[in-house]
């Protein structure tokens, strides 16, 4: 078990080193970052030159990447060309609101989306499941950006019940600002939350509905029933367990799914997180901030990957004993 | 008799959501083809926008006595016909990209099955990492790479999704390659290419088949929504998702319909292609009808 996880992660750290390469390449092939750095207008060619040899652009570009291999792996991805941070800092002051607004669209999503499925695998083939069903494909058919600012529209814009954007009040706790500590926080993380929890509770629903209704046929559910176990404790205590792992899978990546949708959800609702930096980063060619970003929502992709693998030998004790 | 006589109308209608999303599938098709002709004004013509009458509601007088039913945008151009063009730019490269990334996906599915070895163990470890990374993480990473532009959306969209076909259709190709026909095919001492394209690919391409309307609804969406990252195709000519972007800015001050009605438009295109999508594969795969 812990064997199988430990290889997939190096094949995909491997791939990453890969990519990261062809990466580095490309964005060096994209346009000069020295533009962004030096004022057009008034810079001479002494001072573009100057800021090139600062900026260690002078370099072969063979060079450039092994220099920038040798402090990704002490964490270093360079200053940003913007902000005059050291890129990584810089993330990691963004993501506490990424991670937050993820939570809490995972708090939403997860047993809606399970309540949802339970309920419309239960009556299979019933006009709640029929319905369930069909509202799945037009939940995952709604492009998030559209989605999200038709809810400014509704929910900040006609109504004014919530603000249409920015993170609201903070409470600092651990050195890290936090809009969930706040009334005002929570009103604010309310719809991006949902604009990130809606397409998850679809997929969600739809698994949790496939699930329950392939374990409600078999025997020992018969069983229980013939035990004369409430419909509510079968559902429960029985078939729920049954269709965890699934489950647990899709919410472990579509949590990290989240981490990478937030692009589209925190530009519209000014939610400063990673995903918001990284359009800014991509658009002003702040190349280390991106390459940082970058690499951080991959590797934590696969780390949850990793980790959602370990917990299926919690869950399931087959899993278990089969190693 | 009406009762009976509707009763009849729906017992001979196919069951399912299919003859209506079919039937707008088939609308917005035609819509896309026929935009030159039927769409009032052309976006593109600068002659023909009038900047003054920018940004109106939907339902005001224009100038020349036509209505502008949806409403103009902030340049004044006719959200009708903004629609009818968009739609023929994110049509064509949701279709354009979609068939290349399933000849692709195809292609390198039939040889990883084929020549098997390290051909195989690298097409399949390039296929595991990105299909286990987000889709839009991808594109963004192949968008930062090549720089935006309408040809290189189109070859981010490709880089997406060719993975899902070569998954798909290395599996069965394996199995077919298992087959008695292939060994009399390899006997037959025919060249490898045409054991490949005319025996291997035409029996192991089915399942690729049944993802294509899949494919084409997420290849919609991203277009859609790189472009209104900014990433993708560019402004003076506008696909769906880039017209609901540039709404976005005048929905602040409450001019809805710039973003509402092309947003509709999308969503009622993916929608259709969806459920199309959603019946053609339980038509063809018995088990998924239970899903």
Sequence with gaps: MLSIVTRRVSQALLLLLVMSLIGFVGIHSVGNPVFNVVNVETATVEDIRNATIALGLDQPLWRQYFLFMENVVTGDFGTSYVYHLPAFKLLLSKLPATLELAV????????????????????????????????????????????????????????????????GATLSVAGQEWSVLTGDGLRHVFLPALALALPNVALIARLARAGTIEVERQDFIRFCRAKGLSSRRILFRHTLPNISIPLVTIIGMQFGGMLAFAVVVETIFAWPGIGKLLIDSIQLLDRPVVMATLTFISVAFIALNAVVDLLYAVLDPRVRLST | MSIAFI????????????????????????????????????????????????????????????????????????????????????????????????????????????????????????????????????????????????????????????????????????????????????????PKRRILLRHVMPNS???????????????????????????????????????????????????????????????????????????????????????
């Design chain 2, 205 to 291: 391409i089915a399942p690729a088949l049944t993802l294509i309307p899949i494919e084409l609804g997420h290849a919609i969406a991203l277009e859609a929504t790189l472009s209104f990252l900014g990433l993708g195709v560019p402004i003076d000519k506008p696909s769906l998702g880039s017209t609901v972007a540039a709404g976005f800015q005048y929905l602040m001050t409450g001019q809805y319909w710039i973003s509402l009605f092309p947003g509709l438009a999308l969503l009622g295109l993916i929608a259709a292609i969806n459920f199309v999508g959603e019946d053609t594969r339980s038509k063809l795969d018995p088990r998924s009808k239970s899903l």
């Design chain 1, 104 to 167: 809490i669209a995972m708090a939403l999503a997860a047993p809606g989306g399970v309540l949802l499925g339970l309920w419309a695998g239960r009556h299979q083939g019933g006009a709640a499941d029929r319905a369930i069903l069909r509202g799945s494909v037009l939940a995952l058919s709604i492009p998030s950006f559209w989605l999200s600012m038709m809810l400014i529209l509704a929910g900040a814009l006609l109504t004014g019940w919530f603000p249409s954007g920015g993170r």
């Design chain 2, 7 to 190: 009763e009849t109308l729906r017992s001979r209608m196919p069951r399912g959501s299919f003859p209506f999303s079919k039937a707008l599938l088939g609308t917005y098709i035609l819509i896309a083809f026929a935009a030159p002709i039927i769409a009032p004004q052309n976006p593109y013509d600068l002659l023909q926008i009038r900047g003054w009458e920018a940004s109106a509601a939907p339902g005001t007088l224009g100038g020349d006595g036509y209505i502008y039913w949806l409403g103009t945008d902030g340049l004044g151009r006719d959200i009708v016909s903004t629609i009818l063009y968009g739609l023929r730019i994110s049509l064509l490269v949701s279709i354009i990209s979609t068939a290349v990334a399933a000849v692709v996906g195809v292609t390198a599915g039939v040889v990883a099955a084929y020549f098997g070895g390290w051909v195989d163990a690298l097409v399949m470890r390039i296929v595991d990492l990105q299909l286990s990374l987000p889709t839009i993480l991808v594109a963004l990473i192949a968008i930062v790479t090549l720089g935006p532009g309408i040809d290189r959306i189109i070859l981010a969209i490709i880089v997406v999704q060719w993975a899902t076909y070569a998954r798909v259709t290395r599996a069965v190709a394996l199995s077919e390659i298992g087959k008695s026909y292939l060994d009399a095919v390899r006997l037959l001492r025919l």
